[in-house]
């Protein structure tokens, strides 16, 4: 079965960073994109960055400019997501997903995970 194996997640306080990690089963990415999404309780899932594997061109939402970073490793078939300076808000399930392109919508992403739980208390 193709999909995305998340890892990384964990509880920290405000301020800290995490490093979530992002790893393709069953297929491989190449030429692709893959986005990393959020979903915090009672909220609709949401974009947070994405990155084009071939050429590493990104776009990251508002929320993520500045204090996350979006990386991939082709050969080892993984996407990174770095968070500093992490905040309350940030709390959230994180999972990614690919798809042909890399822009500012969010729609049509496949291959979801399972999803790495983020908890930052203040």
């Known amino acids: 079965e193709a999909q995305f194996v998340e890892s990384g997640g964990g509880l920290v306080q405000a301020g800290e960073s995490l490093r979530l990690s992002c790893t393709a089963s069953g297929f491989t990415f190449d030429g692709r994109a893959i986005g990393w999404f959020r979903q915090a309780p009672g909220k609709e899932r949401e974009g947070v960055a994405c990155?084009?594997?071939?050429?590493?061109?990104?776009v990251y939402t508002d929320s993520a400019k500045g204090r996350f970073n979006i990386s991939r490793d082709n050969a080892k078939n993984t996407v990174y997501l770095q968070m500093d300076n992490l905040k309350p808000e940030d709390t959230a399930v994180y999972s990614c997903a690919v798809r042909a392109w890399c822009g500012t919508s969010w729609w049509g992403y496949a291959y979801w995970g399972q999803g790495t739980q983020v908890t930052v208390s203040s």
């Open positions: 990155i084009l594997s071939t050429d590493g061109y990104t």
